[in-house]
Antibody, heavy 119, light 106 residues
Framework: EVQLVESGGDLVKPGGSLRLSCVASGFTFSNAWMSWVRQAPGKGLEWVGRIKSNTDGGTTDYAAPVKGRFTISRDDSKNTLFLQMNSLKTEDTAVYYC??????????WGQGTLVTVSS | SYELTQPPSVSVSPGQTAGITCSGDKLGDKYACWYQQKPGQSPILVIYQNSKRPSGIPERFSGSYSGNTATLTISGTQAMDEADYYCQAWDSSTAVFGGGTKLTVL
């Protein structure tokens, strides 16, 4: 059974940093392209970024609102995906989902972790 | 930036057919996917690559295309189908979601 379990969400002040983790199981994580998707309270889904598998180059792509502030990385030895978030803004407040994204669609989602950016 | 447009809400009577549209520039040249999200839950994939259903998704869910509009059709809609639905496609190396459609079954 595929499982994605996020952690690391917290209350942080504007300008602060936070690192989210996502532990994967039930599939070969090292072969998977992975993404982060977020959802602000009462709002729709917003793609944050993705990382390809290391065999496909391990490169990353980001949405314009987070480019230069957020970094996605992975540790295939620990089946773990990371999202490093710096220079956080109030508009980054959201539930952050870890997703697997083979062939351009998001087929498995975690339960999400809440990040609140507020003074 | 690329945009996908969905109606904010759609209503349907139980047992009837619901259609949710998603339009975007040159969407016909891309693959569209659809996600269902119920309150307090994570989204689930219901249609991928325009018209394919993942394992476990009921046959009443189907996807189609016409020009630059993708449509999610739910045949014989049930009360359990009441949810928010999002379309999604890729524009270059960026994933884009539609604004979402609230499906009400009444």
């Amino acid at each position: 059974e595929v499982q994605l379990v996020e952690s690391g969400g917290d209350l942080v002040k504007p300008g602060g940093s936070l690192r989210l983790s996502c532990v994967a199981s039930g599939f070969t994580f090292s072969n998977a392209w992975m993404s982060w998707v977020r959802q602000a309270p009462g709002k729709g889904l917003e793609w944050v970024g993705r990382i390809k598998s290391n065999t496909d180059g391990g490169t990353t792509d980001y949405a314009a609102p987070v480019k230069g502030r957020f970094t996605i990385s992975r540790d295939d030895s620990k089946n773990t995906l990371f999202l490093q978030m710096n220079s956080l803004k109030t508009e980054d407040t959201a539930v952050y989902y870890c997703t697997r994204c083979p062939w351009g669609y998001f087929d498995y989602w975690g339960q999400g972790t809440l990040v609140t950016v507020s003074s | 930036s690329y945009e996908l447009t969905q109606p904010p809400s759609v209503s349907v009577s139980p047992g009837q057919t619901a259609g949710i549209t998603c339009s975007g520039d040159k969407l016909g040249d891309k693959y569209a996917c659809w996600y269902q999200q119920k309150p307090g839950q994570s989204p689930i994939l219901v249609i991928y690559q325009n018209s394919k259903r993942p394992s476990g998704i009921p046959e009443r869910f189907s996807g189609s295309y016409s020009g630059n509009t993708a449509t999610l059709t739910i045949s014989g809609t049930q009360a359990m189908d009441e949810a928010d639905y999002y379309c999604q496609a890729w524009d270059s190396s960026t994933a884009v979601f539609g604004g979402g459609t609230k499906l009400t079954v009444l």
